[in-house]
């Protein structure tokens, strides 16, 4: 079974600081795997994922993540904080259920980010 | 182009009463899936709905159930509400190509009291 584990609930950071949000999975086949950002009282917004192509992989809003299969890692970095990077982050892995893709999500790491 | 929309933004329910959130998948997406997210957790997947046939499903009750319609906009319903229904509950959309990609709607937040 598929499982991601992120490490730390809360990460607090001061403006400029390079960010770095853990995650670590369990996957029986090569996975597909995915960060998304949840700001307050809103839905989820894919910040990028890695699908077996190139190990280091860019998303939006300056992250970056790198997968690691010998340390089953996907951590997540930006090198500079800002403000409005303050929301949760999740961790997810894609497999099949059967017939269709389902996420699997870790439990989420909230990110503070302090002047 | 239109992401993913749902309605309502929030809903206020009794115990035992019964509820239908909606969801319009984002042009060109044909798969949609739905998850709860109760708070201070990650969302749990519910199901998934490709070409209007329910397509996987996770760890949900039968009084959890879908439809998806020929334009690939879905439904869920949800019977003989409890508290612990209590969440937000995100609808996602992904390609039939590119299923493992999903795109997020903003949600409905659903109070049972």
């Known amino acids: 079974a598929q499982s991601v584990t992120q490490l730390g609930s809360h990460v607090s950071v001061s403006e400029g600081a390079l960010v770095l949000l853990r995650c670590n999975y369990s996957s029986s086949v090569p996975p597909y795997l995915f960060w998304y950002v949840q700001y307050p009282n809103q839905g989820l917004q894919l910040l990028l994922k890695y699908t077996s192509a190139a190990t280091l992989v860019k998303g939006i809003n300056g992250f970056e993540a790198e997968f690691k299969k010998s340390e089953t890692s996907f951590h997540l970095t930006k090198p500079s904080a800002h403000m409005s990077d303050a929301a949760e982050y999740f961790c997810a892995v894609s497999h099949f259920t059967g017939g269709g893709n389902k996420l699997t999500f870790g439990t989420g790491t909230q990110l503070k980010v302090e002047l | 182009e239109t992401g993913v929309t749902q309605s309502p933004t929030h809903l206020i329910k009794t115990r035992g009463q019964q509820v239908t959130l909606r969801c319009s998948s984002q042009s060109g997406h044909n798969t949609v899936s739905w998850y709860q997210q109760a708070l201070g957790q990650g969302p749990q997947f519910i199901f998934q709905y490709y070409r209007e046939e329910e397509n996987g499903r996770g760890n949900f009750p039968p009084r959890f159930s879908g439809l998806q319609f020929p334009n690939y906009s879905s439904e869920l319903n949800v019977n003989a509400l409890e508290l612990d229904d209590s969440a937000l509950y995100l609808c996602?959309?992904?390609?039939?190509?590119?299923?493992?990609?999903?795109?997020f709607g903003p949600g409905t937040r659903l109070l049972v009291l």
């Open positions: 996602a959309s992904s390609p039939g190509d590119k299923q493992e990609t999903q795109y």
